[in-house]
């Protein structure tokens, strides 16, 4: 089993849809998570990070199961410019930033 | 605010030629990283710091070195380019702490032929 998984897609969702992605870690000890998005050939940025009781920026809204050991990112109203791939993060240590680990990404295309 | 700059943005090299990909940030964070991006692979992690004077290895840290003279700057080498280093090639920094998300520079890609 991958450290950390994701559905690759693509999604392929009309403008103004919910769409909700979700990504599975392996280590029960993880302690912090993330959700980037990248654009096509452009670096990865933080969309936000993921608490335990979860959080909402705007359109966009992420949870932590910590019992089955998955987040998730809900996408509201989506609009033309949320096609990206959308990576899932995980850091399992408290301590360094080296451990961090990446999934590999879910593409999200947004159809008018 | 830079944030994370890296330099190039493009570059093409013959087999066997050496060059450095520069990065430099200005967030005073104690750890900056080079991942280095292939489709379908993800990214994977070369070289990292967690402070100046110190690096340690990567995933995949094979054909390149780094430093980390002052907390600003973290240059990647290549010492002898290969066309398996065809990549792109992006650098990130965080501060030191597990809570930290990485902010990434804007990426150099490399081509070897």
């Known amino acids: 089993r991958k450290e950390v998984e994701q559905d690759p897609g693509p999604f392929n969702v009309p403008e103004g849809a919910t769409v909700a992605f979700n990504c599975t870690y392996s280590?029960?000890?993880?302690?912090?998570f993330f959700w980037y998005r990248q654009d096509c050939r452009k670096e990865p940025k933080l969309l936000m990070s993921?608490?335990?009781s979860g959080n909402e920026d705007g359109r966009f809204t992420a949870q932590l199961n910590r019992a089955s050991q998955y987040i998730s990112l809900l996408i509201r109203d989506s609009k033309l410019s949320d096609s990206a791939t959308y990576l899932c993060?995980?850091?399992?240590?408290?301590?360094?930033?080296?451990?961090?680990?990446f999934g590999s990404g879910t593409r999200l295309s947004i159809r008018p | 605010n830079a944030g994370v700059t890296q330099t190039p943005k493009f570059q093409v090299l013959k087999t066997g030629q050496s060059m450095t990909l520069q990065c430099a940030q200005d967030?005073?964070?104690?750890?900056m990283s080079w991942y280095r991006q292939d489709p379908g692979m993800g990214l994977r992690l070369i070289h990292y710091?967690?402070?100046?004077?110190?690096?340690d290895q990567g995933e995949v840290p094979n054909g390149y070195n780094v430093s980390r003279s002052t907390t600003e700057d973290f240059p990647l080498r290549l010492l002898s380019a290969a066309p398996s280093q065809t990549s792109v090639y992006f650098c990130?920094?965080?501060?030191?702490?597990?809570?930290?998300?990485?902010?990434f520079g804007n990426g150099t890609r490399l081509t070897v032929t």
């Open positions: 990130a920094s965080s501060r030191q702490d597990y809570n930290s998300p990485l902010h």
């Open positions: 280590n029960s000890a993880s302690q912090s």
């Open positions: 993921v608490y335990s």
């Open positions: 993060v995980v850091n399992p240590y408290r301590s360094s930033a080296s451990k961090i680990i």
């Open positions: 967030m005073n964070h104690e750890y």
């Open positions: 710091s967690v402070g100046a004077g110190i690096t």
